[in-house]
């Protein structure tokens, strides 16, 4: 038998082992709120856009029923602060009513008066 010292054996590098990282993808938490019901007064409603005229009114809310564009002043909680507004606006707006939001749209005043009962 004969052993060869000329002959250099390449050297093997032993790296340890890369632990695993498990990555954790979080859902994000949805909170599912209940409807939402507030009051807002309408002041105005148009088949056309008219955001020039009622879009520059201070705190103006402006939301598309087809095919309708509805302004409306002001959200309030209850049917009466709602009513108080309206009250106050009748003298520029003669033909400003309280409308019932439920998740931003529109239902009729009695269902929302019933479900806060």
Known sequence: MLFSCGKKEPKKTI???V?????KKEEPKVEVKKDVLVYTV???ASYNKQSKKHEAIPN?????????????LGTYKTYQ??????????DVYPGAFVQ????????PIQEALKSTN
Not at 19 to 23: D, L, N, Q, S, Y
Not at 60 to 72: D, E, L
Request: aromatic residues 10%.
């Open 15 to 17: 790296k340890p082992p």
């Open 19 to 23: 632990p695993k990282t498990e990555i």
């Open 42 to 44: 309408q002041i105005a």
């Open 60 to 72: 103006v809310i402006n939301y598309n029923v087809n095919p309708w564009f509805k302004y409306s």
């Open 81 to 90: 602060e709602a009513r108080a507004s309206r009250r106050s606006l009748l």
């Open 100 to 107: 019932a939001l439920k998740n931003g749209a529109p239902i």
